[in-house]
Nanobody
Framework: VQLQAYGGGLVQPGGSLRLSCAAS????????VGWFRQGPGKEREFVAG????????YYTDSMKGRFTISRDNAKNTVYLQMSSLKPEDTAVYYC????????????????WGQGTLVTVSS
């Protein structure tokens, strides 16, 4: 499976943005997918994750209520809807396929897509 994140851009504080993670490969609908981000000078951190069926969703506490993860297996796409964006949300956002272990940790993932830059600034 190969993943590609897109949809980033410049948005004002308080604004919204939807990121997409497009996948290729027949196994996409059977894997959990996670979104991560890496801000300037920071380590990569977990943002949100979703099970293969979409029934289970996971968020970092600081993003719960502002970010919503969803997926459409018919379109081989996972989405991250972001609202009430803050300057500290500025980062490169990545999606990846979960291969085992804790869904919150980057080493549990493979097939990282090329990230998409989100800049929150006035």
């Amino acid at each position: 499976v190969q993943l590609q994140a897109y949809g980033g851009g410049l948005v004002q504080p308080g604004g919204s943005l939807r990121l997409s993670c497009a996948a290729s490969g027949r196994t996409f609908s059977s894997v959990a997918v996670g979104w991560f981000r890496q801000g300037p000078g920071k380590e990569r951190e977990f943002v949100a994750g979703i099970s293969w069926s979409g029934d289970n969703k996971y968020y970092t506490d600081s993003m719960k209520g502002r970010f919503t993860i969803s997926r459409d297996n018919a379109k081989n796409t996972v989405y991250l809807q972001m609202s009430s964006l803050k300057p500290e949300d500025t980062a490169v956002y990545y999606c990846a396929a979960h291969i085992g272990g804790s869904i919150y940790y980057p080493p549990s993932y493979n097939y990282w897509g090329q990230g998409t830059l989100v800049t929150v600034s006035s």
